[in-house]
């Protein structure tokens, strides 16, 4: 768990210390900034496409080395960006997502197929929900302490290069599962083109719905992350670095432990359907904060926590538990990294396409209307798909697992 947190929150040190900064000097004016975000996540999103095979085909042996590789594309790409003029220098921010974007699926193929792996992936997910905030954190000291905006991504960077392969080093020593792993939750081998389909053939409708929800959430999680300091600005809280690690510690703390204990359920189908109905309730605490908010009842701190919380437990327990239970539940031959990489691919795009949008309809100033009013969306069709999911699911699987595919 150590290993993962560490070495996936290191990773946040060459992807999100840019975001702390305005840019809003550039010959391109405030939207400059959405238009590096923009850039960024189109990269990411082409390398989850590209990691769909990839990461499913991986084998273990390559996984540490590719890491480090990819990393050390990531921190090219922010030395590129601060020597490239403006606007040219967003394409930069392209490449450093494209490097980036596969990363995650490595280190989830250390930890997948385990009896807790649940609380291993929590500790995971944990990283890149409090490593948000440390990073941003660390760019804005960065700024604060008089390094340019162009410059800051890259020495953030540079900051975060021996943690990173000190970690690496940790998680190649991490044995592969046991024979009490395996029984309990089957093997995870490479997959070919066929096992691919296949899957998708027999599960593809569940497996779809799973997938808009998680689509989603990950566009309303992407846009409280990457727009945090505008969002803390609109509820009037300026000028402090801390808050961003303050309110995402909360929001870490309460995402491991509930979706993390779900390994202690060792029925997969039990834990399955757990799962989702964790992501629903996670949704109902966002409902909460958006009414509460409203009605002026809650201050904006409270806020940041609650409704982050209630985003992040659906958008983790989807890494933790219902793709590793289902595929104990079904016994296919699969890998989590193929079904994170296919819902990641489709999330990253709805998240292209919103902040695309969002610059035509010219939506700049209001981040804290913008965000809001996508809560309520988000909430309300990321109800709707859980819930027939489940509906599908429990018709398919009235009892036990089946023994094999």
Same mark, same amino acid.
């Given at each position: ?10 990773? +946040? /040190? ?11 000097? #550039?010959?391109?004016?405030?939207? *400059? ?7 960024? &996540? !189109? ?16 084998? =273990? ?45 490595? &280190?989830?193929?250390? !930890? ?10 929590? /500790? ?36 975060? @290069?021996?943690?990173?392969?000190? *970690?690496?080093? $940790? ?5 592969? =599962? ?83 204990? @779900? ?16 992501? $629903?309730?996670? !949704? /109902?605490? &966002? ?24 985003? +992040? ?26 079904? $994170? ?35 309520? @969306? @988000? ?13 599908? *699911?429990?018709?398919?699987? =009235?009892?036990?697992? =089946?023994?094999? #595919?």
């Amino acid at each position: 768990m150590l290993a993962a947190f560490g070495s996936y929150a290191c990773m +946040y /040190g060459f992807r999100k210390p840019f975001t702390a900064g305005a840019y809003a000097d #550039s010959a391109w004016g405030g939207g *400059f900034k959405a238009w590096l975000v923009t850039a960024q &996540v !189109l990269g990411y999103t082409v390398s989850k496409f590209v990691g769909i095979r990839i990461i499913a085909e991986m084998k =273990p042996e390559r996984r540490a080395w590719m890491f480090l590789g990819l990393v050390g594309m990531a921190e090219l790409a922010l030395l590129l960006f601060a020597i490239t003029p403006v606007p040219y220098n967003a394409a930069w921010l392209f490449f450093n997502g494209l490097a980036l974007g596969m990363v995650f699926g490595l &280190v989830l193929g250390f !930890l997948e197929g385990r009896r807790l792996t649940e609380a291993f992936v929590a /500790g995971l997910c944990a990283s890149f929900i409090l490593a948000d905030g440390v990073t941003k954190s660390v760019g804005t000291l960065l700024l604060n302490h008089g390094i340019p905006e162009r410059w800051m991504p890259f020495g953030a960077g540079l900051l975060f @290069v021996l943690p990173l392969a000190g *970690f690496v080093w $940790m998680l190649r020593q991490i044995p592969a =599962p046991s024979a009490a792993d395996i029984a309990a939750r089957s093997e995870r081998s490479p997959m070919t083109h066929g096992d691919r389909l296949a899957v998708l053939r027999r599960h593809g409708v569940g497996l779809g719905l799973i997938t808009l929800a998680y689509l989603l959430i990950t566009v309303l999680r992407s846009i409280r992350a990457d727009f945090a300091p505008e969002i803390w600005a609109s509820l009037g809280t300026t000028g402090q670095p801390g808050v961003f690690t303050r309110s995402e510690i909360w929001v870490a703390l309460g995402v491991v432990s509930i979706n993390g204990l @779900v390994c202690l359920v060792r029925d997969n189908r039990r834990a399955f359907f757990l799962a989702l109905f964790l992501c $629903m309730a996670g !949704l /109902g605490l &966002v409902v909460l904060a958006l009414s509460a908010l409203n009605a002026g009842k809650m201050s904006p701190f409270a806020f940041m926590v609650v409704s982050g919380l209630g985003m +992040y437990v659906p958008y983790v327990a989807v890494h933790t538990t219902i793709f590793e239970r289902f595929i104990a539940l079904t016994r296919e031959r699969a890998n989590i990294g193929y079904l $994170m990489y296919l819902a990641d691919a489709m999330g990253y795009l709805g998240y292209v396409a919103v902040m695309l949008g969002k610059r035509v309809w010219r939506a700049d100033g209001d981040f804290l209307g913008f965000f809001t009013a996508t809560s309520w @969306v @988000v909430v309300i069709a990321s109800l709707l798909a859980f819930g027939c999911a489940g509906w599908l *699911f429990a018709r398919k699987f =009235p009892t036990t697992a =089946p023994k094999s #595919s």
